[in-house]
């Protein structure tokens, strides 16, 4: 018998850690959210303690953040996998997430549509970018 997928949420706001345990309670009950942490030092802690399988890691919080955090966590050589949560959104992003080893990013914004997809993916061992940026054009005058 396979064992249930095991999460480890980290975010600086408990109000996003709640809503993230609640999307995945409701959506996977078979999965097990492990553990939170709300800074990129507690996640590393976590990470070395827990050995999740997937760590949902947001970017910006206080102390250490989710992308130095992530850096670090791929250099400890457990299986965990990493995925970015986040307000941020741009190309840049992209490349840093990519660069320190995350499997994946999900705006914070389309958590409800991409959170648990991200997560599936990231458990069949792929990743989940969320195809590229598209920039915002208004107008269209000639």
């Known amino acids: 018998?396979?064992?249930?997928?095991r999460i480890l949420i980290v975010d600086d706001h408990e109000v996003v850690r709640q809503g993230v345990r609640t999307i995945v309670q409701k959506s996977r009950p078979e999965w097990q959210?492990?553990?939170?942490?709300?800074?990129g030092i507690?996640?590393?802690?976590?990470?070395?303690?827990?050995?999740?399988?997937?760590?949902?890691?947001?970017?910006?919080?206080?102390v250490m953040s989710?992308?130095?955090?992530?850096?670090?966590?791929?250099k400890l050589g457990n299986h965990s996998s990493i995925l970015i949560f986040t307000m941020h959104e741009?190309?840049?992003?992209m490349a840093e997430v990519r660069e320190v080893g995350a499997?994946?990013?999900?705006?914070?914004?389309?958590?409800?549509?991409?959170?648990?997809?991200?997560i599936d993916t990231l458990l069949g061992g792929g990743t989940f970018f969320?195809?590229?940026?598209?920039p915002i054009i208004s107008g269209g005058g000639k």
Request: avoid cysteine.
């Open 90 to 93: 741009s190309e840049r992003l």
């Open 42 to 62: 507690e996640a590393i802690e976590a990470a070395k303690l827990h050995d999740p399988d997937i760590i949902i890691l947001d970017i910006t919080m206080p």
């Open 33 to 39: 959210v492990i553990g939170e942490a709300v800074n």
């Open 130 to 134: 969320g195809g590229p940026l598209k």
């Open 66 to 74: 989710g992308l130095e955090a992530a850096s670090h966590i791929t």
């Open 103 to 118: 499997q994946g990013i999900v705006h914070k914004s389309k958590a409800g549509r991409d959170l648990i997809l991200a």
């Open 1 to 5: 018998m396979a064992l249930s997928p």
